[in-house]
């Protein structure tokens, strides 16, 4: 016992650690918030100034213009841009751009929900390793990469191509193609060339958090619902959906937001209209009119907004 | 009379593991019936394969004389009151309750009507508009009642429905339970593995071990009649005694049980060692060395209570020694 007793023996309160480390032990301890707020001042001033801060300053230049003659950006507060914005190919773009991302995350959250589902009920020990591995895997490669592989995937000589021609259904495709507006001379330049390679970069991001939601109602909830006399389909419905709904609408933002801002994969693969991102990108640099840039690039924060509000509004985030 | 739930040879393995074992069982119509046992002895497993969230592997189940085997739990006319309630997290109080009504198309109206009275019930008028969140468990439990009963069941099943709730409480939703299922008249199943719970509140008990029932009956008769040692040491607290210490106080060479309140102190009979005193209020329980075997002896209020280490003799009348089938 005497080999334990330190400092004084037969004391009650240990003496306290000395130096500069104890000192600071127990500034904290008395001071919890002093440690709170060291730890979260770093990130804050990231967050704050580098992040909203350069927000504020592109929205801001929103509200300038162009002078149409010289190319300069007069510095007087004006709508010219949010009216420019708003008009004929400006206005396509932006429909565009939202059109597909709304089918971009419909469809990722009608693909994401099964796969999800599987995973947080059923799936076990190296069945829930492999999973997660299929799931995150294509995310440890180059998305560049993974893109001009879809444009190989899709080209008029490539597998997708090859494939339809040895089952003998050429004509499947040719009609495909042929559609209006979403067809095109191959998958790798048309709509929905462009549509199936965003459904499958963003997929991850869908199905991450549906299961993670998922994984969170407890499976006794689906048999209290069978046994208060609801069908799977009912069951589905009125407990499964509404529980999960905040990880699909998670995920959804994510889909969402990600292709109203991607400019790569429409210009890779596609036809050569364009989207949000890459009208950005034109207006920046080549056109130099970084005021309808900036107006072009408050679209889809907007958008966001919207989206988010009706979502609270519909009761997404109830279950939370 | 018909049977509410009758079991013939009904079995449920997990493959290796026989969770129900050739189950035989009978509960009658507007009883009372307690399925006890430690964990892992296949009470719930039972309780699920009645309200068919489980499918036996073999066997016959039958539900008020009609086969239930293949049904699935949304066409059983049977209600579970859950554990830990399940509740609906995302639907307030008086949609949880009127949830069965609401899936099998009852109107609006009507069902929050009945979920109303139902909540009255349960003692929970006004609580409706609450989330389950915002309910203590003893709340919760009666919600999760109602929430079963409002579907007038034809067998109610309740699975530890009172095993989160601290003793007051527990009592007292013992006594509400028992006269609930009075005033009703529905057969209540229910699963506990605490002894206390079964012996009071059942009509009938089955006690289960390993997969199996080691024996049905009702409290009194479990209680004096324990058939086996598992059954005396599991539900009550009674003493059992060895084949060897049988021998030495003169009886037969086999496992006996004695009840704590069946031994008096005496002038005479065969001597023990006191080696502990709890005092339990309404009595004292008294820990005794008789033959190197430990036995209770359970002395009423206000009789003289010897010190811990005082040599005692001990006495019991002969009918209170019940053998049992355990081989010795």
């Known amino acids: 016992m005497t080999a334990l007793t330190v400092g004084k023996p037969h004391s009650s309160i240990l003496a306290g650690r000395g130096g500069f480390a104890g000192a600071l032990s127990d500034a904290f301890w008395r001071h919890p918030k002093l440690l709170l707020l060291l730890m979260l001042a770093p990130p804050l001033l990231w967050l704050g100034i580098i992040y909203v801060g350069s927000l504020l300053a592109l929205l801001m230049q929103s509200f300038f213009a162009i002078d149409d003659f010289s190319g300069v950006v007069s510095y007087e507060p004006t709508l010219a841009t949010y009216g420019q914005l708003l008009t004929g190919t400006n206005l396509d773009i932006i429909l565009r751009t939202v059109l597909m991302a709304a089918l971009v995350t419909l469809t990722s959250a009608i693909i994401a929900f099964p796969i999800a589902y599987y995973a947080a009920r059923y799936a076990k020990g190296r069945w829930k390793a492999f999973f997660y591995l299929g799931v995150m895997l294509p995310l440890w490669s180059s998305y560049l990469v993974k893109i001009y592989a879809w444009k190989l995937i899709l080209a008029k000589e490539g597998i997708v191509t090859w494939i339809f021609a040895k089952l003998n259904l050429s004509f499947v495709l040719d009609a495909i193609l042929s559609l209006p507006v979403v067809g095109g001379n191959s998958l790798s330049v048309s709509y929905l060339g462009t549509f199936l390679v965003f459904v499958y970069v963003w997929l991850p991001y869908m199905i991450l958090p549906t299961q993670a939601a998922l994984e969170r109602v407890p499976r006794n909830l689906i048999e209290a619902s069978a046994d208060l006399g609801a069908t799977p389909r009912q069951t589905f419905r009125t407990v499964l959906l509404p529980l999960a709904l905040p990880g699909i609408v998670a995920g959804s933002i994510f889909t969402f937001s990600l292709t109203l801002g991607d400019y790569i994969i429409p210009q890779i693969i596609g036809s050569s209209r364009l989207f949000i991102g890459q009208a950005v990108y034109a207006q920046q640099g080549t056109a130099g009119n970084v005021p309808l840039a900036a107006a072009f690039s408050v679209v889809p924060i907007v958008i966001m907004g919207i989206y988010l509000t009706v979502a609270k509004r519909l009761g997404a985030f109830d279950a939370l | ?328």
């Open chain 2, 1 to 328: 009379m018909t049977s509410a739930v009758l079991f013939r040879k009904v079995s449920r393995h997990f493959g290796p593991v026989r969770a129900v074992d050739g189950v035989d069982l009978d509960v009658g119509a507007g009883e009372f019936f307690a399925m006890l046992g430690p964990s892992g002895s296949g009470k719930t497993t039972c309780l699920r394969l009645i309200a068919g969230f489980e499918q036996p592997t073999a066997g016959h189940i039958e539900i008020f004389g009609e086969r239930a085997e293949g049904v699935p739990p949304y066409r059983r006319n049977v209600n579970t009151v859950f554990q830990d309630y399940a509740l609906f997290p995302h639907l307030n109080i008086l949609d949880n309750v009127a949830y069965g009504l609401m899936v099998k198309g009852v109107g609006e109206v009507e069902r929050m009507k009945a979920a109303e009275q139902a909540l009255e019930m349960v003692k929970l008028p006004g609580y409706g508009r609450r989330r389950p969140g915002q309910l203590s468990g003893g709340q919760r439990q009666r919600v999760a009642l109602a929430r079963a009963l409002v579907n007038k069941p034809k067998v109610l099943l309740l699975d530890e429905p009172l095993g989160a709730l601290d003793l007051k409480l527990r009592e007292q939703m013992q006594e509400e339970l028992k006269s609930l299922q009075r005033a009703l008249g529905i057969t209540f199943v229910f699963v506990t593995h605490d002894q206390g719970e079964a012996l009071s509140m059942a009509d009938r008990v089955a006690v289960f071990n390993n997969g199996g029932i080691v024996q049905q009956g009702s409290p009194q008769d479990i209680y004096r009649r324990p058939k086996s040692r598992f059954v005396a040491d599991f539900v009550g607290s009674s003493n059992l005694l060895p084949p060897d210490v049988m021998v030495s106080l003169g009886g037969e060479r086999r496992w006996a049980s004695l009840r704590p309140e069946a031994v008096r102190l005496a002038s005479e009979g065969p001597e023990a060692l006191v080696e502990n005193v709890s005092f339990l209020g309404s009595a004292t329980r008294l820990a005794v060395d008789l033959h190197r075997t430990r036995l209770h002896v359970m002395l009423p209020a206000g009789a003289e209570v010897p010190a811990v280490g005082a040599p005692v003799r001990l006495a019991w009348s002969a009918e209170d020694i019940h053998y049992m089938d355990d081989a010795a």
